[in-house]
């Protein structure tokens, strides 16, 4: 418990070390970007294939991506009735902020220094996750507010390929498929840059952390969160119910408490939701689902 309890404090410790360095004016936002494009293209990509390099594909596994696929559904839709007399805008605001999960960013860096066994499980988890949130989401969100529905297949999935981090795991999951293994000197070579994600990752958080919201968009980020939480801790609640092995049924409880992501505030900004607002829920979503996660292993306890 005391190590989890320091490596979460660890985390939080980096966010607000990068949020000191911007307040002070030694790094701005736009040092954020870079460290975005640096951790876009390659630590995030180097974890992928560190992990996989020696991954044993199964059914139990490949599993994960439809949970993953059925689970945002089932979000964007219970979001839909929970916010039905909202207007257009508000509500493409919450179906996408409010569904849909951050892996990369935020899941990976938390959990890989200490619990590297789950990674397998979230990388399938975030093949899922990204062809809805790719697109997937974006096509039901227009049906559910009655705008343009049309699916452009082509555009989503060139979308896909255009990440590095997918792309990695379409590569690796076809490598291990059939039990192709990497040179030794490739995963020796890759470690290094793997291990910087997590230190990348969090001080990027902190960089990009936004304080302010004006007082008239208070209660939307407060609709936001008591969406995306509420429904995240009734399913923390249902998984941990299962009959299923730990390590899994801790897998899927952090998923459902991790903070918004990325594809939906471009989704919502480019529905016209305001950057101001949009920025400060991703912010803070951050600050919130780190003791969430937290939390979630101190009382499930970290699989052996």
């Known amino acids: 418990m005391s190590s989890l309890l320091i490596h979460a404090f660890g985390l939080l410790a980096i966010i607000i070390l990068g949020f000191f360095l911007k307040r002070v004016g030694i790094l701005t936002k736009a040092d954020g970007n870079t460290l975005s494009i640096v951790i876009v293209n390659v630590t995030l990509p180097a974890v992928i294939i560190v992990n996989f390099a020696s991954m044993i594909i199964t059914g139990g596994l490949l599993l994960f991506i439809v949970i993953a696929l059925f689970w945002t559904i089932i979000q964007l839709f219970l979001v839909k009735i929970f916010s039905k007399k909202e207007s257009a805008l508000q509500q493409q605001f919450f179906l996408y ?50 705008k343009d529905s049309s699916i452009n297949i082509s555009k989503i999935i060139r979308q896909l390929f255009l990440s590095p981090a997918f792309s990695c795991y379409i590569l690796m999951l076809i490598l291990r498929s059939f039990s192709i293994d990497l040179p030794n000197v490739v995963t020796t070579i890759l470690q290094p840059v793997a291990d910087a994600n997590i230190f990348l990752s969090m001080f990027m958080i902190g960089l990009y952390l936004d304080l302010y919201l004006p007082a008239k968009d208070r209660r939307d980020v407060l609709k936001l969160f008591s969406l995306r939480y509420g429904i995240g801790l009734v399913f923390v609640l249902l998984f941990a119910q299962l009959p299923i092995p730990s390590l899994q049924k801790v897998v899927l409880c952090l998923m459902a408490v991790t903070p918004v992501p990325l594809f939906g505030v471009i989704h919502s900004v480019d529905a016209g939701v305001k950057a101001e607002t949009v920025g400060f829920s991703s912010s803070i979503s951050f600050l919130i689902s780190l003791p969430l996660m937290t939390i979630v292993l101190l009382v499930l306890g970290i699989p052996i």
């Open 97 to 146: 902020c409010a569904s849909g999960f951050n892996i990369g960013n935020f899941a990976l860096p938390f959990i890989q220094s200490f619990l590297p066994a789950a990674i397998p499980f979230i990388s399938m988890f975030d093949l899922g996750n990204s062809l809805m949130l790719a697109g997937g989401t974006k096509v039901v969100t227009n049906q559910i507010v009655k």
